[in-house]
């Protein structure tokens, strides 16, 4: 018999008191916060390290803004605060800097806006990202806002019968829809990447652990999740898709403007984000460092 009680809910932290050393502001109710009293192009003294910590664990997603003169090994110093750097295979870098990866839109590009729609990164590979810090570099006068959603939130949200449900599922993952056999490679800009590689499936638990909190949250997401392993195409597509509706739903999320210089840093694992494709006819250029080589950990280890 699977354990399906939490006794802990996601609820109970308070997000915004008891720091010492930053002032954290939570945007809503559901995810996001700004944190003042930082400054990234200095060096961040462990007790300031801790409450950012703190507060990314208790607010899925925080953000700094003003952080003008950010150099990008200030930037990849930053993201290193959050765990070891794993690049994402099929996104480019900055010359001379592999680990900086280009989030750009010309605006003449009239392909689909990379990252538009619900979903986590990479949830293809054998260890998705588990964290992302974006900086903007230069961004619309208004527009290309990112959204977010709160996966234990959604995940506390459903009944007690359908978490226990779906504590017990597996997620079939690939990159298929972006660069599998049959994918056009050209709808979105992305390095040119092996079908083979896009067609590989990886399993992931459907509810997950997550290490910073111990709390469950919901981890699948409609660009890469193409399956549940065991349930035939119309059972997994119906699941799914409750899923993906329940998740998106306006209580679970929340967005944020972006301003020049403003760094961001998600939970790739509780949250999912999507990029709002809004702003055709403007420029949008922002830098991105990924964290990972993490296992995820499912209900029963
Ligand atoms: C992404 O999904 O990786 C990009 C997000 C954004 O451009 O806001």
């Known amino acids: 018999m699977l354990d399906t009680t939490t006794t802990r809910s996601w609820r109970d ?7 010492e050393h930053i002032e954290v502001l939570p945007l809503n109710g559901a995810v996001l916060a700004e944190i003042r009293g930082v400054d990234l192009t200095k060096p961040v003294p462990d007790e300031v390290r801790e409450e950012i910590m703190r507060a990314f664990a208790e607010n899925l997603v925080i953000f700094f803004r003003g952080q003008t003169g950010l150099t990008r090994e200030q930037h990849i110093a930053c993201a290193e605060m959050f765990g070891p750097l794993q690049k994402i295979p099929h996104i480019f870098s900055v010359d001379d800097y592999p680990d900086v990866q280009i989030v750009e839109r010309k605006p003449d590009d009239t392909r689909m806006v990379v990252g538009n729609g619900f979903h986590n990164d990479s949830t293809y590979l054998e260890t998705p990202p588990t964290s992302v810090t974006m900086r903007a570099v230069e961004v619309p006068d208004h527009g290309g806002d990112t959204a977010f959603a709160n996966l234990y939130l959604a995940y506390e949200a459903l009944s ?8 017990t599922l597996v997620g079939v993952n690939s990159a298929s829809v972006l660069f599998g056999s049959g ?6 800009m992305m390095k040119e990447m092996d079908a083979s590689e896009g067609d590989a499936e990886v399993e992931h638990p459907i509810v997950c652990v997550h290490p910073r909190t111990g709390l469950r949250h919901l981890f699948l997401n409609p660009v890469y999740t193409r399956r549940l392993k065991g349930f035939s195409e119309a059972e997994s597509q119906l699941i799914l898709r409750f899923l993906h509706d329940h998740i998106k739903q306006m209580a679970f999320t929340g967005r944020v403007r972006w301003e020049k210089d403003t760094v961001l840093v998600w939970d790739n694992w509780a949250a999912q984000h999507s990029a709002i494709a809004d702003y055709q006819g403007q420029y949008r250029y922002l830098e991105r460092v990924t964290t990972g080589h993490v296992e995820l ?3 029963n280890g």
């Not at 932290?13 to 720091?19: E, F, L, N």
């Not at 007690?160 to 504590?167: G, I, K, L, N, S």
């Not at 994918?183 to 979105?188: H, N, P, S, T």
């Open 160 to 167: 007690e019968p359908m978490r226990a449900f779906c504590d």
């Open 13 to 19: 932290y308070d997000r915004a008191s008891g720091y």
């Open 183 to 188: 994918a056009d490679q050209k709808r979105v």
């Open 297 to 299: 950990r499912g209900v």
